[in-house]
């Protein structure tokens, strides 16, 4: 069975995380003696699925989705996957790309909040390769029937915009036994 490509996300300014004090881009910024990147690619790799990393500089979100899609055109689906959610789990990743075999555009929900990866089906394709600008890939969520997915994971809804949010992420990293 065709897995979906996990699209991780790294080509934001991160200017809200300099404003608020951070000293490196927050890709960069230590957790738990990682950075927030490396945080984010270990769920990605233990995920098993396929996965491509877009770090080249695009004007906005909608820019990288789409040049994330067309460098992956192949693959039968995609988990759009913001790279500033360090704590995201593989089985999150999982559940997501399992969701994809039977509904079109999956997204997260952790206590109510949407979260991240959401899932994109085939058929999305021709709408996420349009996107252009700083606006992500929400008209295309709204124009499929999107199905919300109840994941028990504070990961897919913990992203890491400013020093507040990487202190918060910094207590709930969890701790090797």
Not at 3 to 24: D, M, Y
Not at 38 to 62: K, N
Not at 149 to 164: A, K, M, Q, S, Y
Request: glycine share 10%.
């Amino acid at each position: 069975m065709q897995q979906p490509t996990i699209l991780v996300l790294a080509s934001g300014r991160g200017e809200r995380f300099t404003a608020s004090g951070g000293s490196v881009h927050k890709l960069q910024a230590l957790l738990a003696g990682k950075t927030v990147l490396e945080h984010t690619l270990d769920a990605v790799r233990a995920s098993g699925l396929p996965w491509h990393l877009e770090d080249a500089g695009h004007p906005g979100m909608g820019d990288s989705i789409a040049a994330a899609v067309r460098a992956t055109q192949d693959a039968t689906g995609w988990l759009i996957l913001p790279a500033d959610l360090p704590l995201i789990q593989a089985a999150t990743l999982l559940q997501v790309a399992a969701a994809l075999q039977t509904h079109d555009v999956v997204v997260p929900v952790y206590q109510g909040s949407r979260g991240h990866p959401v899932g994109f089906g085939a058929a999305c394709g021709p709408a996420l390769l349009a996107l252009k600008g700083n606006q992500g890939a929400a008209p295309v969520v709204r124009a499929h029937a999107a199905i919300e997915l109840i994941v028990d994971d504070i990961g897919c809804v913990t992203d890491i915009d400013t020093l507040e949010d990487l202190a918060r992420a910094q207590v709930l990293v969890p701790r090797p036994h």
